[in-house]
Nanobody, 121 residues
Framework: QVQLVESGGGLVQTGGSLRLSCAASGRTFTRPAMGWFRQVPGKEREFVARINWTTGRTNYADSVKGRFTISRDKDKNAAYLQMNTLKPEDTGVYYC??????????????WGQGTQVTVSS
């Protein structure tokens, strides 16, 4: 099992930036990908970005393309989400996850506790 801990959330104004971090421990060698998802109350968890742990290939939701960048540091067993030009609709709880290289949250078996991101207008 992989343990994940997110950090870096907070309150930011529209147009601002935040960098989320995800520290992984445990059986990290078993996971093909790391992903970031977000959720707001009353809505389903939404795919944001993912990165293949081996190849570094990335994939993004259309809503964040050109604004967000996912990266990973193999030596530190960490993944990051750099978020620029933030919009109010980016508000939500952001979760780091480890699992299959997919945009479907059901294919991720390990999840962090989440970190709140709030973008004020």
């Amino acid at each position: 099992q992989v343990q994940l801990v997110e950090s870096g959330g907070g309150l930011v104004q529209t147009g601002g930036s935040l960098r989320l971090s995800c520290a992984a421990s445990g059986r990290t060698f078993t996971r093909p990908a790391m992903g970031w998802f977000r959720q707001v109350p009353g809505k389903e968890r939404e795919f944001v970005a993912r990165i293949n742990w081996t190849t570094g290939r990335t994939n993004y939701a259309d809503s964040v393309k050109g604004r967000f960048t996912i990266s990973r540091d193999k030596d530190k067993n960490a993944a990051y989400l750099q978020m620029n030009t933030l919009k109010p609709e980016d508000t939500g709880v952001y979760y780091c996850a480890a699992g299959f290289d997919s945009g479907f949250h059901s294919l991720y078996s390990s999840w962090g506790q989440g970190t709140q991101v709030t973008v004020s207008s």
